[in-house]
């Protein structure tokens, strides 16, 4: 399971754990009982969900030996900002090559807010004009400096996801704590690194809560083409089996198991598939012996048959 992060090198750069703070006028007006995951709060860089990323695209940068970090987005790029911040706390030269993507212009937009913070953190702010010039920039940076750390636009990749994987495991830390479980997680969706790694974490340590995404820049459909590839790369990176979840009624035996082989093909991964033995409503003799273990493909490699008590086994390769 993806439960171990400790063999990514990871710096930390925020204060962890985030507050998670309840909303009670948003709550009353909304009906279901909000809290809000506080990520903006940060003694780095005014805070925002790229730290989390950073801390591992940074960590691999510097296990990798590398000496200058590059990194891209439109002009007021919160990603940007963060990177340029953790780059500074690092003593690391940071190159922001900014594309004018948004249709706004002039001095306020191009100089202040995040802009006015990329040079104070002491990065290179190269404005370009299309993504082709971006990619030449790049490519004349990679030539004039040494060992240089290319990181992609919101820090999505499967290694940054991991910085939400973490941010998980820190929410069922917290919700333990307070022994109230929600049943949705909403995310905003932009380059997608957020979301991926709060899917692949809730996967991975079997937290069954519905994921819920807004894509704030794209459409559904193309929003889901960017997520996927960064899911898939996420879990490709330790993750040997995800638990899929536990059956605890036997109505929900046929939901799981569905689930089960829908990780396994999105995430491109072992599943183990426990039908727990442990109705509360009774049902045992029901809920009991039909655990598996599913390929990547969703194939059920193996299969318990039916006996309570029964152990699945599968030799991994
Ligand atoms: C403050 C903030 N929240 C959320 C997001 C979305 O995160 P992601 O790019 O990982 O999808 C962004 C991305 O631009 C952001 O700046």
Known sequence: MATDLSSFPRIQLGQWPSPLQPCPRLSARLGP????????VSPLGVGGNKLRKL?????????????????FGAVQTNHGRLTAAACARLGLPCDLVLTRTVPREGEAYERSGNMLLDHVYGATV??????????ARHQELLARHGNVASIPVGGSTGVGALGYVAAVAELIEQFGDTGVWPTRLVAPLASAGTAAGLLVGAAAFGWEIDVELIAVSRSADAARQVLLPIVADTAALNVDVYVAGLVHHDHELQEQEARAVRIARACNSYVAFASFAGPTGGGYDRTAGNSAIYSADGRALARTNGDVGGIVRFALT
């Open 55 to 71: 801390e591992y695209l940074l960590g691999a940068a510097l296990r990798d030996g590398a000496e200058r970090v590059v990194t």
């Open 126 to 135: 190269h404005l370009v004009d299309t993504d082709e010039e971006a990619d």
């Open 33 to 40: 009982t909000v809290l809000v995951k506080r990520d903006d």
